[in-house]
């Protein structure tokens, strides 16, 4: 889906909940940017022929997990997961915060959804990057009636299988790979600068551009403090996003 020509960013108003970086097997989100650790951890993953696979995630609550309102326990999320930090996390994550704005309509199976991703880094009250990103849900407790509405889905020409905390992950590594790439410019415009003195450079970043469509069992939002499980499969192709630099 395309962003607003204006410069704005859709959805303003929606709940805004707060995620952090971490692997594409661990969800961990502050609902609305406060209160106590929603975590959602991948148990499982069911192939689907032809359309990639589904991935079954368990939800919980964890109380004592932050430092202060916004800044991860790393121990104690450990603690209460069962989980190591190298299972959670991954590769070392840049200090970024990410929101995620959702308006949701329910469908036949599921939900049809739109999604921003909002990403700041840190101490900026700017944002570096914003995405928009469709969904659709189903939700579906019979993972064989799952599989054939999942099959009888069209999904986009070379699309990105993977679920909610997959997106994360994915922009994680794009804002990385981003960073590396700004400074090695800045290292190679540094060391010409003697032959560009008096001249003006304007560094401008690629455009993103990606749609998502996500099938999913389960939504964690509709009781946060029970445990739930279910299934998620994400697929993503071409659309527009704009990149802020």
Not at 40 to 56: N, P, V
Not at 90 to 104: A, E, F, L, M, T
Not at 161 to 188: D, F, H, K
Request: charged letters at 25%; proline letters at 5%.
């Amino acid at each position: 889906l395309p962003l607003p020509a204006n410069g704005g960013i859709p959805l303003e108003g929606k709940r805004e909940d707060m995620y952090f970086p971490a692997s594409s097997s661990a969800g961990l989100k502050l609902r609305n940017g406060t209160g106590k650790l929603e975590v959602k951890l991948r148990t499982g993953i069911i192939e689907i022929q032809s359309h990639g696979f589904a991935e079954k995630w368990s939800k919980r609550v964890c109380g004592g997990c932050l430092i202060g309102e916004q800044t991860l326990d790393i121990e104690a999320v450990e603690r209460n997961t069962g989980w190591k930090k190298e299972a959670l996390f991954g590769n070392p994550s840049p200090d970024i915060r990410i929101y995620v704005r959702k308006k949701r309509s329910r469908t036949s199976y599921g939900e049809d959804t739109d999604c921003i991703f909002i990403v700041y880094k840190a101490n900026e009250a700017s944002p570096s990057l914003v995405e928009r990103w469709q969904s659709v849900s189903v939700e579906i407790g019979n993972v064989e009636m799952l599989k054939q509405v999942v099959e009888r889905t069209v999904l986009p020409q070379d699309a990105l299988v993977t679920g909610y905390p997959g997106m994360i992950a994915n922009i994680v590594g794009r804002v990385m790979q981003l960073r590396a790439s700004q400074a090695q410019e800045e290292a190679s415009f540094s060391q010409m600068r003697p032959v560009l003195a008096g001249a003006e450079c304007q560094l401008q970043s690629p455009l993103h551009k990606e749609l998502g469509e996500v099938i999913a069992e389960g939504d964690i939002s509709t009781n946060p403090d029970a445990s739930a499980s279910g299934l998620l499969k994400m697929v993503h192709s071409s659309s527009s996003v704009d990149d802020f630099v």
